[in-house]
């Protein structure tokens, strides 16, 4: 089973490592999360400008952008494919 994790408290916050903890034992669990805190912003989507995506360790990556952007790009760019 393939696991996709994101979050709005950023790819380097406490909570997300603790959850991907919790579900690795699971399935093949993969994290993309915003660089930054972006907790006003979850539902928005970037339009105006390229996103970046940062490979932070293995399969945990940062985007530069919103958590619906990192979904978007998780599912389209590091999966290739839906998750489970």
């Known amino acids: 089973m393939t696991i996709l994790v994101t ?3 950023g ?6 490592r603790a959850l991907a903890d919790a579900l690795r034992p699971f399935g093949e669990l993969i994290v993309v999360a915003p660089m ?3 907790s006003a912003i979850g539902h928005a989507l970037t339009l105006r400008r390229p996103l970046r995506l ?3 360790g ?4 940062g985007v530069d952008g919103t958590p619906t952007d990192c ?3 998780g599912v389209s760019i590091v ?3 839906l998750p489970d």
Request: proline share 4%; aromatic share 4%.
């Open 7 to 9: 979050n709005d408290d």
């Open 11 to 16: 790819v380097h916050s406490e909570g997300l």
């Open 54 to 56: 940062e490979t932070i």
């Open 58 to 61: 293995p399969g945990v990556y």
């Open 36 to 38: 930054q805190e972006a």
């Open 71 to 73: 979904v978007n790009i």
């Open 79 to 81: 999966l290739g494919r």
